[in-house]
């Protein structure tokens, strides 16, 4: 594909750049120092201490985003989570569809391995709970209409930090002198919203001594974010405990009690918040496994359950953009048409004709597609020049572990990356911003009890690079400001 960096459209600012450089180095150092003392804050991964944090990354003026495709986002949410609740709940659909992944990607069959074998013992709780994040880039091809990127139904990150940026950029609007701005800025209560839900699915129990318990990592570089929402229960709903434990504590520590409820210690946890699990890295072996299938057995609600996790992987995308898959899935024509709409190009690599197929596509135009694996967490995609020589590599078997997606191309916005330990004063760069929105279901595979789209997080990234996670290093935190 011919596009080069003079035929993307560049979208207005939010306010006139460059800033004069006094002010800017001044509203610099206020933004650094509102975010460390408002929680728009990590650890650090260079050089950790438990003890430290330093601000997270963010975009000092919010990035332009068209309004009516944020708002098209945000009316589309509930419906995504309505298809996503019915792929999760379709047992011959995940099997069909990932066959041939969980043959060559061992951890996407460890994961399958606990499905069927909860699914042969029957499950014990048929209530879940998912807090979704689907993440669009608009595609300035298609004239900025938003394209999907993907679904994450397992630690969907950033809806406590990004709850702040609203706040944040108003605070620094403000003290530039463009407090006429904030109109612009939509409401964000993405930290509440996930929360709620939380506490809807532990009231469901009717287990008032229980606990929710938040499955972490070893090291949590990302500590504010996961507080954010722990302390928020605790506040709103001081009634409600909440306990942290990594999967290596919870084989230590779990067992089943005599009704099949979760106990941890002494404490019976009744739901389950996974903020860790979602990558190989996080099992060190098989207690952490069977930390996962005890979890599994269990009478807790789970967000997500094994099969909610499943229904997110990338095969599991890409089978549902094949024509006539979604009506499997929901029945009014016109919801279909809205998913369909921000559906880019998905094809499948197995090994087969369509598969062969899509080989031939990418290697022909290689800049168009992006390879991507069943991994969450950022920094596992392979792009543009680099496809060839990752599919030359592959043995034909493992290309099943791997999907081809149509690139999307977004428009720049500019404006100020601020990153700790940048140089001062930052310069203006050319940024693509991608836009997460948040939903929230809970319900039995018969019967949805709460469905609700609950908040959205924008991650701006430099133009010139491929990936755009916050918690991997690559984007910054950022607001979308609406444009017409």
């Known amino acids: 594909m011919d596009t080069t960096v003079s035929d993307v459209p560049v979208l207005e600012s939010c306010i006139p750049l460059p800033i004069e450089t006094d002010q800017l180095l001044e509203v610099v150092e206020k933004a650094k120092d509102w975010a460390i003392m ?10 950790f201490n438990p003890d430290a944090l330093q601000f997270a990354p963010f975009i000092l003026t919010p990035s332009s985003f068209p309004r009516k495709e944020f708002e098209k986002a945000v009316e589309l949410q509930v419906t995504l989570n309505e298809l996503m609740h019915a792929v999760s709940h379709d047992f011959d659909f995940l099997r069909e569809t990932l066959q041939g992944t969980i043959k060559v990607d061992p951890f996407t069959r460890s994961l399958f391995e606990i499905f069927e074998m909860v699914l042969n013992e029957g499950i014990s709780q048929p209530q ?49 002198g463009h407090a006429d ?59 409600i405990q909440v306990i942290r434990r990594t999967l290596t ?17 002494d404490l019976e946890a009744a739901v389950i918040y996974f903020r860790a699990g979602y990558e190989p890295g996080h099992y060190y072996g098989q207690n952490e496994w069977a930390a996962r299938l005890l979890m599994e057995r269990s009478q807790a609600i789970k967000c997500p359950s094994i099969q909610y996790h499943l229904a997110g992987t990338k ?32 094809y499948s690599l197995d090994k087969n004709e369509q598969g062969d197929e899509a080989v031939k596509l990418a290697l022909g135009d290689p800049e168009r597609y992006v390879l991507k694996p069943q991994r969450e967490g950022g920094g596992n995609n392979v792009y543009g020049a680099d496809i060839p020589g990752a599919l030359a590599k592959m043995a034909e078997d493992e290309r099943s572990a791997w999907i081809l997606m149509e690139r999307i191309f977004p428009p720049v916005s500019k404006g100020y990356m601020v990153r700790p330990g940048g140089k001062m004063p930052p310069k203006i760069v050319n940024l693509v911003s991608e836009l997460g929105i948040f939903g929230a279901i809970i319900g039995t595979k018969d019967k949805i009890v709460y469905n609700k789209q609950v908040g959205h997080m924008l991650r701006t990234k430099l133009s010139s690079a491929n990936e755009g996670g916050v918690a991997a290093g690559l984007g910054a935190l950022d607001s979308p400001y609406m444009i017409d």
């Open 128 to 176: 879940s709970l998912a807090l979704l994040r689907s993440d669009y880039l608009a595609n300035f091809l298609e004239s900025n209409a938003i394209k999907q990127v993907e679904i994450n139904t397992i630690a969907s990150s950033f809806g406590g930090i990004s709850t702040l940026m609203a706040p944040m950029h108003s605070f620094i609007l403000t003290e530039l």
């Open 38 to 47: 408002h929680g728009a804050a990590m650890r650090s991964k260079a050089d």
């Open 181 to 239: 701005k904030l109109p612009k800025l939509p409401e964000n209560r993405a930290l509440s919203g996930l929360c709620d839900a939380m506490v809807e699915a532990w009231k469901l129990q009717n287990r008032p001594h229980a606990a929710i318990l938040f499955v972490i990592e070893d090291i949590t570089y990302n500590i504010c974010d996961q507080r954010f929402h722990e302390f928020y229960i605790r506040e709103k709903y001081p009634q």
């Open 315 to 346: 095969k599991v995308q890409q089978a549902l953009a094949k024509p006539g898959t979604l009506k499997r899935f929901i029945s009014d024509e016109r919801k279909i048409d809205t998913i369909k709409e921000i559906f880019t190009g998905l």
């Open 249 to 265: 504590q919870i084989h230590e520590q779990g067992k089943l009690g005599a009704s099949g409820e979760l106990l941890i210690g």
